[in-house]
């Protein structure tokens, strides 16, 4: 079986509203579980907003520590999940009901095999 990371892309700023997130999460947890039953589940992580990354950079001998993502933009990954497939159409199958229960856009990408 091959790896895939599911990751969520949200838009920066306040969450929406509790009587918009509460269907949308509780469609996350119905996926999860789906996933989990497929037998396709590995983990799920969600992420603190992007403003309180921090980025290191090597600067000559240096490290240095900046506060704040790596790339500016308007949306940024907000959680992920990983997942087994046995092609990349399965993982996109996975993708498209992912996609539906976050409302929000999802980026399937393989993982490399030497870095489980």
Do not use: C
């Not at 996926?31 to 992580?45: C, D, I, P, Q, R």
């Not at 992420?47 to 940024?76: C, I, M, N, Q, W």
Request: hydrophobic fraction near 40%.
């Amino acid at each position: 079986m091959n790896q895939y990371v599911l990751s969520i892309y949200q838009p920066d700023g306040e969450p929406p509203a509790p009587e918009i997130l509460e269907p949308i999460v509780r469609d996350l947890d119905a996926l999860t579980a789906e996933l989990k039953e497929s037998g396709a589940w590995v983990f799920t992580g969600g992420l603190f907003p992007a403003s309180t990354a921090t980025v290191l950079r090597l600067k000559d001998e240096d490290v240095l520590t900046t506060d704040g993502p790596y790339v500016e933009g308007k949306e940024h990954v907000g959680g992920f999940t990983v997942i087994q497939a046995a092609d990349l159409d399965e993982a996109l199958a996975w993708g498209r009901k992912l996609a539906r229960a976050a409302t929000l856009p999802v980026e399937v990408r393989p993982l490399r095999p030497d870095s489980r």
